[in-house]
């Protein structure tokens, strides 16, 4: 077999025998191989450049370079896909460089995302090194040029990332874009007890369902993710269970649209939340992920009394996009402003001091300097402590790229009014002299801090000491500024730990037995 061909299969089967193990097996069975020293050239200063025959290639000794974009469901992807590829041998680097293969997980959302995803393949080729594509950005549009000749791994088949690495290794290019079924039904994916490493050993995140059942117009997301698909309440439980075993002491669930979890598989969001509140140790805290504003209308009591629990966070990501209903309509957002106000106005009611979060498109197709306005009064309005501010980027394949477009030089200037809207308001300022129970669970981006979020899931800067870390403490707060607040910790207060077992190590491989940990190569 040559060392590389210029075909694209369409899957893996066309190459993979029967015989071969499938990747089940490979997670926690290695092969035994020994290979073969290759003699030194005689001649000194002599070397060749040639590669030798892909029937030559041993896999699973090689290093991966894995680098995600986006939001936390693709995270949780480029976690599942380096712990099965840990588990079977290769060693996970953070180094590029050295790396054999870069696996680059790609973000669909917006344009500069995929420029970045589109440059790192350029750069990958530039050095020489094997490549493998994931995320959304090939899943939705698998035929663009710059894609041609190279192996991709779907977002519902990251279980098999194993085969697919090593057929690359290889010099083979393969495509594994399929659905996960049941009986025709479509699953929410791989499954969840698969091996994963964890970028933070203390953060779980978990996916509770893919996809949505919204057409909105501007949405590249869709076409990758599709509609709805959902994963049991029994298997989110136990896959919590699993990680409060393994030392975590926050768990985030994710999926585009949580709000719509349940409808395809006869239940809701609810539902699964109080059976996940069921298993949270003291000292351990759950984070609700985002939520469209239909879907969560229908729960509102119950969800009051769900993010009043003292083990989950009073936060929700609810992005409104736009404060008119006219720019609303033609996202196909399905909710108009009102419904959006009656979510946070009720919420605000009996969740006293919840954190709303929430995000603004900037310039959308057909927006009118009075359509912006409206929004720029919600904001004035609520004063969200946390705002995501978007200028509206057009994606290839979606409606809204079809539609007149509002100027360049309008857009820029509209998202620069809006930041500055934003910066005008101090959210934290009269939290100063607060005493608050905080939960810390990472280092700051500039290590000069750990970080540690409050009961309504703001930012709380600690000092370095590594005896809080994981631990749930009390504060008084001393300093606050834009999007953090400082605090002290309390000499004689109370220390939680929530952790069950000691937390895994960075790098350290999720769901394998002790033995199998032992011959996993962690990052170094």
Known sequence: MPAACESVLEDIEDIVSAE????????FVRRNVFPKVRKRNSQKNIQTDDEPPSDSIIPGVQ?????????????SDGEYMAGQLAAYGYTITDNSAEADLWLLNSCTVKNPAEDHFRNSIKKAQEGKKKVVLAGCVPQAQPRQEYLKGL?????????????????????????????????GKRLGGARLDLPKIRKNPLIEIISINTGCLNACTYCKTKHARGDLASYPIEELVDRAKQSFQEGVCEIWLTSEDTGAYGRDIGTDLPKLLWK???????????????????YILEHLEEMAKILSHPRVYAFLHIPVQ??????LMDM????CVADFKQVVDFLKEKVPGITIATDIICGFPGETDEDFQETMKLVELYRFPSLFINQFYPRPGTPAAKMPQVPAAVKKQRTKDLSQLFHSYSPYDHKVGERQRVLVTEESFDSNYYVAHNPFYEQVLVPKDPLLMGKMVEVDIYEAGKHFMKGQPVSDARVHTASINRPLAKGEVSGLTEE???????FP
Do not use: F
Request: charged residues 25%; hydrophobic residues 35%.
């Open 20 to 27: 071969d193990l499938k990747p089940h097996d490979r997670q």
């Open 63 to 75: 290093k991966i370079w894995i680098r995600t974009w986006g939001c936390s469901h693709n995270n």
């Open 151 to 183: 192996s991709i791994i779907g977002v519902q088949q990251i279980d098999r990332v194993v085969e697919v690495v090593e057929e690359t290794i290889k010099g083979h290019s393969v495509r594994l874009l399929g659905q996960k079924k049941d009986n």
């Open 276 to 294: 996940l509140v069921e298993v949270i140790p003291e000292g351990a805290m759950l984070r609700l992920g985002m939520t469209n504003p239909p």
């Open 322 to 327: 736009s404060a008119s209903d006219s720019v």
């Open 332 to 335: 196909k957002r399905e909710y």
């Open 516 to 522: 199998a940990q032992e011959n996993t190569a962690v």
